[in-house]
């Protein structure tokens, strides 16, 4: 015999000898064995020492221990049924033994247990009957090259105080009881055999598995798990550990999520499946909408900032760091709500305090709170914000921070403009009302109440403008004015201003005006403009009188100076005739007066012909004959057409003509006029002996003509009036003052100017001033 055989023999007589010889006895039984593992290698006493400590437990029946490539070892009840030694290795011989010891059926129940333990030493610890039908559990373990089985009695059965008829009534009420539950559960439940097919299933199983209810037999031919399932609850079981998964089936036509949990043991295996589709949609549909939520949240501009029950930071949204200014890293830590306050503290994103703990103590009062609780920060930089802390049902604070400072601002500068419109409309000399959109009165000024004689007590109440068009009415009388306005302030579309007339009963006359605004009320204007009026209609009613007259005067002088025209030309006739000696020869005597006759005769008709021109002009029937016009030939002709002036008033002409100026557009016989009348002006004004200036000059867009004298001039403040019809400039050969506005006259017509001044060294300049671009084809009125 070995000596591993000498060492499992004497474990064995120690059980023996604690069940024979009691305590005292097994004490010396120990020492001796203790004296014999002290020869053992290291490695052998461990393994002899794990197998004694198992037989010393009080439920230990027996024990297999074995080394690779050795006979096994046996103790306890185990040496009892001693296995084959002509077979070597411990492996082979491993099944037969436990059959041989226990019974064929626990050996067939432990089989998938004990091939994965011969093959890989995988433990395991499973409960079966031994060949009696008495529970026992089976553990095996594997360390340091040696390996054991051993068998324990399970502890019901420990003692046999029970009889065994107790115990069998007992079991069967369990059974039944288990039985019972099994059958109601309202989820899906199994058991299956040894070899792992179904042996019996629920109701729920069966509802599962074939809702068209074929059967229970069906249900168990129809696997509730997939392959796959159950291939992964069969590996499970064989490294001797339960199984538990989480698997999509396809239960009742539908594909479920269902929590599968199976255990293994003598009697095969059990398990049951939760349906968890419901639960697991719900919480998927609850973490998308707080998803969804909390991206709601990021979009806002009220800055949001939540704490958990643990007062430690659970999310934030951007406008909560763009607020504070916090780092976003420092944010994602998660920090508890005192670090974010002492962050805040530190960048005066907080109202200063002076016992800043009392006042952080303070704030977690919201923790406990079952109402918001709403709080105002004025922070030092001017900020305010209005705070609200909402208490969360399932724990925790959530912050919103609204920033009013800028609406605060806002709202001060709304009430100084409220004020200074008002102080405005007060100053106003018009009288202002604004009705709102509703018809009623919103604000009014001092003006408005006394222009209508109001009292600030009857428009207390803001009447609506029907009461204020009656209240008025004392006043404007039944005019349609008020209408006009209330079809204005009541509108709803098509929304106009209107301007009104209003003659009051007490002969005030009113300019009013309804303008609507741009917040759908209207203002309404009124200014008392009764003065105003009365001048306006004494100006309208002296320029009709003047138009009249000056009507009257055209209409006398044309009508006067065509009468006049046919006798002057009876008489200049008979004239020329007696000049010729057609009446026969006369004196000396009689030629001179005949002079005189002619010289006067050809002034009246000078005169006559100028009124005409200007009666034409004012008639705007004056046409011009627009041709070339050389401008020496016409310097020529108005120097002859003067000549005779010349020679009486003992003055000389002299004319300028730069060679270049040729002609321009402008009708010749007018132009004449024009230098003839300047020239017998510059004439009379011109002292004996002096020389007058005529000259043309062209230039780049005009043709300047101009006369100048050396006469005593024209006073400044006259040179204004001189172009006036019937001023005269003070020369010693007065006219009737028509020279000069008929060359202004002429000037406009040709699209020119004419102007005075006075000349460097005494004396005066007309200027005239042709447009040379001016087409041939235009004719002017």
């Not at 009508?559 to 009876?570: G, I």
Request: charged share 25%; with cysteine.
């Amino acid at each position: 015999m070995s000596f591993n055989v000498l060492v499992g023999l004497t474990a064995g007589a120690s059980v023996v000898a604690l069940a024979a010889l009691g305590a005292a006895s097994w004490t010396a039984a120990r020492s001796q064995q203790a004296k014999t593992l002290a020869a053992l290698s290291s490695a052998e006493m461990r393994a002899d020492l794990q197998a004694l400590k198992a037989l010393l437990g009080a439920t230990a029946r027996g024990m297999v221990l074995w080394r690779e490539g050795q006979a096994p070892d046996l103790f306890g009840e185990a040496a009892l049924h001693p296995f084959p030694l002509s077979e070597t290795g411990g492996d082979s011989v491993l099944s037969r033994g436990v059959a041989s010891w226990l019974g064929s059926e626990a050996a067939t129940a432990l089989a998938p247990s004990l091939e994965a333990f011969q093959a890989r030493g995988v433990p395991f610890t499973l409960r079966t009957g031994d060949s009696q039908g008495a529970p026992v559990d089976v553990e095996a373990r594997a360390a340091a090259g040696v390996r054991t089985l051993v068998v324990r009695r399970v502890p019901d059965a420990i003692g046999g105080e029970r009889e065994p008829a107790a115990d069998a009534v007992a079991a069967d009420g369990e059974a039944q009881a288990l039985r019972a539950l099994f059958d109601l559960a309202p989820v899906p439940m199994w058991r299956r055999g040894a070899g792992g097919s179904l042996v019996a299933v629920n109701a729920a199983f069966v509802r599962a598995v074939q809702p068209d209810g074929q059967g229970v037999d069906a249900a168990m031919a129809a696997e509730l798990l997939d392959q796959a399932a159950r291939e992964a609850a069969s590996a499970a079981h064989r490294a001797g550990q339960p199984y538990a998964a989480r698997v999509r089936v396809v239960a009742g036509g539908k594909r479920r999520l269902l929590d599968v949990a199976e255990a293994a043991g003598p009697f095969g295996a059990a398990g049951l499946a939760i349906d968890v589709t419901d639960a697991e949609a719900g919480r998927t549909e609850h973490e998308r909408g707080i998803a969804a939520h909390r991206r709601t949240l990021d979009q806002l501009n009220t800055a949001v900032v939540i704490f958990g029950s643990d007062e430690r930071l659970v999310f934030h949204n951007s406008a909560y760091e763009r607020l504070f200014g916090l780092d976003p890293a420092f944010l994602d830590k998660g920090p508890s709500e005192s670090e974010v306050l002492e962050s805040l503290r530190a960048r005066r994103k907080v109202p200063e305090q002076a016992d800043f703990r009392a006042w952080r103590e303070q704030l977690r009062e919201a923790y406990r709170a079952l109402e918001p609780v709403h709080d105002w920060w004025h922070l030092p930089g001017g900020q305010m914000l209005r705070v609200v802390a909402t208490p969360n049902a399932e724990g925790g604070v959530t912050y919103l921070f609204d920033d009013l400072s800028e609406r605060m601002a806002l709202e001060s500068r709304y009430n100084s403009l409220i004020r200074i419109q008002g102080e405005t409309l007060d100053g106003l000399a018009e009288a202002v009302a604004v009705f709102g959109s509703d018809g009623r009165l919103r604000l009014y000024n001092e003006a408005f109440l006394q222009l209508w004689s109001l009292s600030a007590q009857s428009l207390g109440d803001r009447p609506h403008i029907d009461a204020v068009a009656a209240m008025c009415r004392p006043n404007h009388g039944e005019s349609g004015t008020w209408a006009r306005i209330r079809n204005v302030v009541t509108a709803l579309d098509h929304r106009e201003g209107v301007a009104l007339r209003l003659e009051r009963a007490d002969k005030r006359i009113l300019d009013g005006a309804a303008q609507p605004l741009p917040d759908g009320g209207t203002m309404v204007t009124f200014r008392d403009i009764t003065d105003s009026v009365k001048v306006e209609r004494a100006l309208i009613e002296r320029n009709e009188a003047l138009e009249a007259a000056d009507a009257l005067k055209n209409a006398f002088v044309g009508h006067v100076s065509y009468h006049l025209r046919t006798p002057l030309n009876t008489l200049i006739g008979y004239a020329h005739m007696l000049a010729e000696g057609t009446a026969g020869a006369l004196n000396p005597r009689q030629s001179e007066f005949l002079a005189h006759v002619s010289q006067s005769s050809d002034a009246l008709r000078a005169l006559i012909d100028d009124i005409l021109d200007l009666a034409t002009i004012d008639a705007g029937a004056m046409t011009l004959d627009l041709a070339d016009v050389d401008v020496r030939a016409t310097l020529e002709a108005a120097h002859e057409a003067v000549r005779d002036l010349l020679e009486e008033a003992g003055v000389t002409l002299h004319i300028e003509a730069d060679g270049d100026a040729g002609s321009f557009v402008a009708d010749g016989r007018r132009v004449r006029q024009i230098l003839f009348n300047l020239l017998s002006n510059a004439i009379a004004a011109a002292p004996t002996g002096s020389a007058v200036m005529l000259r043309a000059e062209r230039g780049p867009d005009a043709l300047v003509l101009t006369v100048r004298d050396h006469g005593p001039g024209v006073a400044p403040e006259m040179l204004e009036h001189v172009f006036q019809r019937f001023e005269v400039s003070g020369t010693r050969h007065r006219g009737v003052g028509l020279g000069l506005s008929i060359v202004r006259s002429f000037m406009e017509l040709h699209g020119g100017s004419v102007t005075l001044s006075p000349a460097t060294g005494g004396g005066t300049i007309a200027t005239c001033r042709f447009p040379v671009d001016r087409p041939e084809s235009e004719a002017s009125q």
